[in-house]
């Protein structure tokens, strides 16, 4: 099918060399046999578009940011079926091929080699812009019900399937005791899935009082203020000196990947999702903290899974009201105001924790 008028170009927001962005004009991209171009019509920046224009990811200049949109179709390739032109979609900030051997082991996020799903911006045009391409689309292309508006599903291909893989990659069992470290959006993405798994005692670190509340709103038991005293000792003293069932590591620092690996008991399980190429050092596993070895603590790391059926699910809990992310949106943009969004949740001005940008 083919779009249903004539538009061939577009603004884009790309990366314009380090520490700089702008908004230019692009050709709408044409979609290849197996591919859909969506119009977009919201979008959220992420803090790891921040982490691309600061040079942590080696990006071409020019390149489009951005990787949490959702649209309406706009055009779809001659092999794509079970979409029309029109309808609302998204699809996840990772786009795997779903054919190749890590994708067929089950690793999706992994696609044709370590993080290689993860091609918005890396490998292509990201979709902080008036259209975008979605590669093998069948399987990454997911269409919105009309009970769920754009504003919620927008969490979806980012915050919502980064934070809850961190309580799955954590194992929670029924009536577990787990800490979440940072209460950024995706750590409090990560309360919400602890309580969507069953967790016992959801104990979370944050300092700020707005982040604080929406914790506690969206599933803390316990908010550990990291500025009030040793982080490790409080929750050593919360879980009687035992330590958790589970650490989720959602910052990206060494010292909370550290304070994960102490107050993890043996036998326990370290999610990590934080992003930790901000940093320019190695991550360090403390022996104590580690048994020397032999403590049975298990550590997994993952990137956000994509694919359709991930999003169905997603989408799924919040069409039927069991989530909510929208009071993560702190802030609202047309999309004529991105570089001021950008700048403002490059310093986290106002409060902001995520800003929507409407087209």
Not at 54 to 82: N, Q
Not at 177 to 191: I, M, P
Request: charged share 20%; net charge negative.
């Amino acid at each position: 099918m083919t779009a249903t008028a004539a538009t061939t170009t577009m603004k884009s927001f790309v990366f314009d060399g380090l520490n700089k962005v702008a908004v230019v004009d692009r050709e709408v991209p044409r979609p290849g046999p197996n591919d859909a171009v969506v119009k977009t019509t919201a979008a959220l920046i992420c803090t790891s578009d921040i982490h691309t224009v600061r040079g942590a990811l080696p990006v071409e200049h020019g390149r489009a940011l951005g990787h949490e949109a959702v649209g309406v179709v706009h055009e779809l390739g001659s092999a794509v079926e079970g979409f029309e032109v029109g309808q609302r979609v998204l699809s996840a900030a990772t786009t795997p091929c779903l054919q190749c051997h890590p994708c067929q082991r089950g690793y999706t996020s992994q696609c044709q080699g370590a993080l290689g799903a993860y091609k918005f911006t890396v490998q292509r045009d990201g979709n902080m812009a008036e259209y975008f391409l979605v590669n093998d689309a069948v399987g990454n292309l997911t269409a919105i019900p009309d009970d769920v508006a754009d504003e919620q599903a927008v969490y979806a291909p980012d915050m919502l399937t980064t934070g809850f893989a961190g309580a799955e990659h954590a194992e929670l069992e029924i009536g577990d005791t787990v800490v979440v470290f940072a209460q950024g959006a995706v750590g409090l993405c990560a309360t919400m899935g602890c309580k969507l798994r069953g967790a016992g005692l959801i104990i979370t670190v944050e300092s700020i009082p707005r982040r604080q509340e929406l914790s506690r709103r969206f599933g803390a038991d316990i908010v550990v203020d990291h500025t009030a005293g040793d982080t490790v000792g409080q929750i050593m003293e919360l879980t009687g000196g035992e330590g958790v069932d589970a650490a989720i590591e959602a910052f990206g620092f060494p010292q909370t990947w550290e304070a994960a690996l102490y107050v993890t008991k043996p036998g326990g399980r370290v999610s990590n999702i934080g992003y930790h190429g901000e940093v320019a050092e190695p991550l360090k596993v403390p022996l104590d903290a580690f048994g020397l070895g032999m403590a049975d603590k298990q550590i997994w790391g993952g990137l956000c899974p994509g694919g359709s059926e991930r999003m169905h699910r997603l989408l799924r809990l919040l069409q039927s009201g069991k989530i909510d992310p929208t009071p993560m949106t702190t802030h609202e943009f047309g999309f004529h105001e991105i570089e001021k969004a950008f700048r403002m949740m490059e310093n986290k001005e106002d409060g902001m924790i995520k800003p929507l940008i409407r087209f």
